[in-house]
């Protein structure tokens, strides 16, 4: 259909028609088995006609239930408009891949992009239009649950993989290629930053800082195309995402230029009324629509009030109308005019859903997102070495993390079974082991393995119902039983290696005294494949951290793009009058970019291409990563900026861009970046992005903590 035609679809709906066509309700809704016919669909009051009409739902899935929810559907809309059928596809469809924030330790657009192409074409496949991915908002405190929906800490890394996940969702023609889904980019804006972690909690913080490191990874989505944007649950200066105005009208669609559909988070209309700033469900639904809210996700304030406020002329029917012509608009774009199956086909479901080369690849991108945090030279494991597997996580296939859906953990690997196969000369515990209360029996056991063997891998973590939503923690250290175990242990055998399964940044203090240390996150269905290759070196590792690691739950929140304050640590920590801890310093345990490899690389002959730099001018900054070890590798060079002296004290660094090396042992590499006009931006206090005159600090490294630098001149 061209405009017009979807104009002139839109003139034939009735009223109810249009705002039916504003609802979202889940699965069970459509369900045709009589007792998942309860729970919310009572407490929404809504009659049969605008259950039957809803213009799109949520979490349906599976091709012959699509076509058959699309066909009951369409069977009842008069004017033969097809739902859309979305759904959180997070990380994985059925193939589970790492947890994006796992997913950011990569440092790889290539990976997010493959990452939603392959989820892309499994969700497809299974009838869904509309995946509620890439969520994008900024993270710093781990103790949220949610951080492990993220990529973690840094606005530009974040943007860069933002861009690449809906490049691999969406493709380049969606409307054509049956393969791809739109995606939703969320949750607009800043859901990333509750007060003390709290999952829900109140967001508080500048226009400036929202602007300059919070809104440019939904600006990169939307950039790329992202067809929907879903509102957060948190306040902005006060008032909710979802009622407003400024936030959605002003800042995405006249500023951002957003034309796609923006949907509210589940019951956030609603949830405007305890959020103190409407009283009724009918101020709730003028708020939200008057700021821009255009699909309602599952209540019925929309449904309920519409109809009376235009009849009352408190708001015009232009405007529902606006949201529904966006609506149908992305139902055409998807082709479900055309088409209203898509790729739902469920010959080539079986074929397509965890396929081999699924599978394969959900292996190597768990490879590259496994973190390599501490080795004192006992890793990579041999062959012959004589090895212990213990712990929870040994066995466990609780390796999935908290959006996987679809997945399912009998179809995961886990480390034991990933173990085997690298080697034969692993012992691995009986005795099934809790996270939280170990039986006497599983920890004598492990501890006379642990006792025989000449290493001991500890498999640690937290199991999965510990992060995602509603999942927040104050204590973000290991579970006690785990905590004994690892002395307990290590009384018994020195040479420990602990990892973990996590979907946050932990404070590790406890295990400290291991001789390695490995964070897996969730790595998905390949988990045990691909920590054993990290484990036994077939795999070098690579990957850098996306969000801090704390010494304490006390320094939360911690990121490496700290400002200097008046009073620096580092002019002089044994000074009491300094922005200072007395019981624990002000670094991160393991900072933000870094990450070890089973060799190691030198960086020397940083080299400006000029000291001073005019506006349209560039400076090429270059440098010589050498692999220094006896292992090929590939390593992350990363640059960092910082504006010495601004209007608005910049931090001490900010990472600006980073390329990957592959290096053979001792090979060097030449690695150059370019630096622009445009890197040196930032966000003034008359909130618009533009740089200064002045000195700036260029730096390159390995990690945002060990870098060398140099300085340069700017005048604009
Ligand atoms: C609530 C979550 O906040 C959001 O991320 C998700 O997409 C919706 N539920 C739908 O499941």
Redesign the pocket.
């Known amino acids: 259909m061209n405009k017009k035609q979807i104009e002139n679809l839109l003139s034939q709906m009735t009223l109810d028609e249009k705002i039916d066509q504003l609802l979202q309700l889940a699965a069970a809704f459509y369900s045709d088995t009589a007792e998942e016919k309860t729970g919310p669909m009572s407490e929404l009051e809504l009659t049969q006609e605008a259950i039957n009409n809803a213009g799109t739902t949520?979490?349906v899935s599976g091709a012959k239930e699509a076509k058959r929810v699309q066909d009951q559907y369409l069977k009842n809309n008069r004017l033969n408009i097809p739902l859309i059928l979305m759904a959180?596809i997070i990380h994985g469809f059925r193939t589970i891949f790492p947890i994006p924030l796992a997913l950011g330790c990569s440092f790889d657009p290539t990976v997010a992009e493959a990452v939603a192409s392959i989820s892309a074409l499994e969700a497809s496949v299974s009838g869904l239009h509309v995946t509620?991915s890439p969520?994008v908002d900024l993270v710093r405190d781990p103790r949220w649950g949610r951080v492990l929906?993220s990529t973690g800490e840094d606005s530009f890394l974040n943007a860069t993989l933002a861009a690449a996940f809906v490049k691999g969702y969406q493709g380049d023609d969606l409307k054509n290629d049956l393969t791809k889904i739109a995606a939703c980019v969320?949750?607009f804006a800043a859901y990333g930053a509750p007060i003390g972690g709290r999952d829900y909690n109140t967001v508080n913080m500048s226009e400036r800082e929202l602007r300059q490191n919070y809104l440019p990874g939904y600006k990169a989505a939307i950039d790329a195309g992202a067809k929907l944007v879903?509102t957060s649950?948190n306040l902005i200066d006060g008032i909710p995402a979802t009622a407003n105005r400024w936030l959605l009208r002003d800042v995405l669609r006249n500023e951002f230029g957003f034309k796609g559909v923006v949907i509210s988070?589940?019951g956030a209309v609603k949830e405007t009324i305890p959020h103190g700033v409407s009283a009724t469900e009918k101020e709730a639904a003028r708020l939200a629509l008057v700021s821009g809210v255009d699909i309602e996700?599952m209540t019925s304030c929309y449904n309920h009030s519409l109809e009376e406020l235009i009849k009352e002329g408190i708001i015009s029917e232009e405007l529902v109308d606006e949201s529904v012509l966006r609506i149908l608009t992305l139902k055409n774009d998807l082709g479900l005019f055309e088409n209203p199956y898509r790729g739902a086909n469920e010959e080539r479901e079986s074929e397509t859903i965890l396929s081999v080369d699924h599978r394969k690849a959900a292996r190597d991108i768990a490879k590259r997102s496994i973190v390599l945090l501490k080795n004192n030279n006992i890793l990579p494991l041999q062959a012959n070495d004589k090895v212990a597997i213990v712990g929870p996580g040994a066995s466990s296939n609780d390796v999935l993390g908290a959006w996987s859906w679809q997945g399912k953990q009998e179809e995961s690997v886990s480390l034991a079974d990933g173990a085997k196969k690298c080697s034969k000369n692993v012992v691995i515990g009986k005795e099934k082991f809790d996270y939280f209360e170990p039986s006497e029996k599983a920890i004598e056991e492990a501890i006379s393995l642990a006792h025989q063997s000449e290493k001991v891998v500890l498999a640690l973590g937290e199991p999965e119902w510990m992060s995602g939503?509603a999942a927040s923690r104050s204590d973000i250290r290991l579970p006690k039983a785990q905590i004994g175990l690892f002395k307990a242990i290590k009384s018994v055998n020195q040479n420990v290696i602990v990892t973990t399964y996590n979907g946050r940044p932990l404070d590790l203090s406890d295990v400290d005294e291991a001789e390695a240390i490995i964070v897996a996150w969730f790595p998905g269905t390949e988990a045990g494949n691909a920590l054993a290759d990290v484990l036994w070196g077939s795999f070098n590792p690579s990957a850098r951290l996306s969000m801090s690691f704390p010494e304490s739950v006390g320094q939360v929140p911690i990121y490496y793009n700290v400002n200097n304050t008046g009073r620096p640590y580092e002019s002089a920590p044994n000074e009491k009058y300094v922005s200072k801890y007395l019981d624990c310093s002000n670094y991160a345990k393991y900072p933000f970019g870094f990450g070890l490899s089973y060799t190691s690389y030198d960086y020397n002959n940083m080299e400006l291409s000029q000291n001073r730099m005019n506006k349209d001018e560039t400076i090429l900054v270059s440098i010589t990563v050498q692999n220094v070890g006896k292992m090929a590798g590939e390593e992350t060079v990363q640059l960092y900026l910082q504006d010495i002296v601004a209007e608005v004290a910049r931090p001490v660094k900010e990472l600006k861009a980073f390329k990957k090396v592959w290096l053979e042992p001792s090979e060097s590499k030449k690695v150059t970046f370019e630096i622009d006009e445009k890197l040196l931006r930032y966000v003034h206090s008359d909130k618009t992005a533009r740089s200064d005159d002045g000195q700036f600090k260029v730096m390159i490294g390995g990690n945002s903590r060990d870098l060398l630098e140099k300085v340069f001149d700017y005048r604009n």
């Open positions: 949520l979490g959180d509620f969520m929906e969320k949750h879903m649950f988070d589940w996700m939503e």
